[in-house]
């Protein structure tokens, strides 16, 4: 597919992976799997959005049962949930896609009376996030024991094991977003006094031996890892993002995973900051090029700003989330450099099975 002067179009080798380009279908949470349960419609939706050579990274999956933030968000764990995947899995490699499954436990960042049994969220800290987030109340967490850890780490390996037994090239582990593993990287979350709180490596510590027991799990080439170290969602902040994103970056090399997927800075919650200077922030050319496997950049990008991204060695791979999601054939209409259809808010996360999620139209059809 290799397009002259768009650099977006170029290929790519992504580790053992031939990407025929650059763009990306960044993992978005989505609540359309009915009972943890991935549904027929996820097939039709991410092969929709499926081109050869292209990569697509699934959306948030939880790794245990009080990992499920949200209702109605997939899980790995169960036989019933491994099963409903791989149909899913085999309508994008029909088309003939590299497919990850992101990994992602909650921690803290679930809702009050959500979890089953009653029972409470884990996290770096006892310390809750605060009432009225997000329009929220949020669950008081517990701190997880040091001994408890380990069946924490555990689960991730379980879970990536699953993933490819259910068809999956590979997993992202979900490091971003005020999540459970950003519950431990981050020093205004973590306020333990163990060998997993205090320095910045303590702080790592947690998320780099995940990534170590999924890597020996599956195989180094089939992980990636997504970190958003300057984001601020559910009160996940760091005072020092720049030092936190760089040790991660460099900490990452021993374990030689496929890629490292970072949001740019100017993501701010839900909110995309735009400005005069805001051609390409180079904000993340640290981690960028301190990493030595593929890495992805995310957050606010077009197609001219991931061209500048890609022909600037900024980014080896752009991940496209709302734009991507409101056009199937995004690849497409950034080759003809065709309009894009707009997309919704209001439809992301409601339970529909079509609306807002397999009915956004192709090219054709909106002329």
């Known amino acids: 597919m290799e397009v002259q002067n768009i650099p977006l179009l170029t290929q790519y080798k992504m580790g053992e992976f031939d990407l025929s380009h650059r763009i990306v279908l960044a993992p978005l949470t989505r609540f359309r799997s009915f009972n943890n349960v991935a549904q027929p419609h996820a097939a039709v939706h991410y092969s929709q959005r499926a081109t050869k050579g292209g990569l697509l990274i699934a959306e948030a999956t939880g790794v245990s049962d009080i990992a499920q933030g949200y209702r109605d968000t997939p899980g790995i764990r169960t036989r019933e949930q491994v099963e409903a995947w791989k149909p899913i899995v085999d309508a994008v490699h029909e088309k003939g896609s590299i497919f990850f499954l992101q990994l992602w436990h909650a921690g803290r960042a679930i809702t009050n009376g959500f979890l089953p049994n009653g029972q409470t969220p884990v996290s770096s800290t006892a310390?809750?996030?605060?009432?009225?987030?997000?329009?929220?109340?949020?669950?008081?967490?517990?701190?997880?024991?040091?001994?408890?850890?380990?069946?924490?780490?555990?689960?991730?390996?379980?879970?990536?094991?699953?993933?490819?037994?259910?068809?999956?090239?590979?997993?992202?582990l979900h490091g971003a977003n005020g999540y459970l593993i950003e519950q431990f990287l981050k020093d205004q979350v973590n306020n333990r006094t163990d060998e997993y709180g205090g320095s910045l490596e303590n702080r790592c510590r947690f998320a780099l031996e995940i990534v170590e027991a999924v890597a020996n799990e599956i195989g180094s080439n089939r992980v990636g890892i997504r970190l958003s170290p300057y984001a601020n969602l559910s009160e996940s902040i760091d005072s020092d993002p720049d030092a936190l994103g760089l040790y991660m970056?460099?900490?990452?090399?021993?374990?030689?995973?496929?890629?490292?997927?970072?949001?740019?800075?100017?993501?701010?919650?839900t909110v995309v900051l735009q400005g005069p200077e805001d051609e390409v922030p180079h904000k993340l050319l640290p981690m960028r090029k301190a990493f030595k496997n593929t890495f992805i950049a995310a957050g606010g990008y077009d197609r001219r700003k991931g061209n500048l991204a890609i022909s600037e060695n900024y980014a080896d791979l752009i991940a496209y989330g709302r734009s991507f999601l409101a056009n199937p054939?995004?690849?497409?209409?950034?080759?003809?450099?065709?309009?894009?259809?707009?997309?919704?808010?209001?439809?992301?996360?409601?339970?529909?099975?079509?609306?807002?999620?397999?009915?956004?139209?192709?090219?054709?059809?909106?002329?």
């Open 127 to 172: 310390r809750g996030i605060s009432s009225g987030v997000d329009g929220q109340e949020w669950a008081p967490p517990r701190r997880l024991r040091k001994d408890e850890i380990p069946g924490v780490v555990n689960d991730f390996r379980i879970a990536a094991r699953n993933a490819i037994e259910a068809g999956f090239d590979g997993v992202e």
């Open 249 to 269: 970056a460099n900490a990452l090399n021993k374990f030689d995973i496929c890629y490292l997927h970072v949001i740019e800075p100017r993501v701010y919650g």
């Open 329 to 367: 054939d995004l690849v497409r209409r950034f080759e003809v450099d065709a309009p894009l259809n707009k997309y919704n808010r209001s439809t992301f996360y409601i339970p529909d099975p079509v609306v807002g999620y397999t009915d956004y139209p192709f090219l054709e059809e909106a002329n």
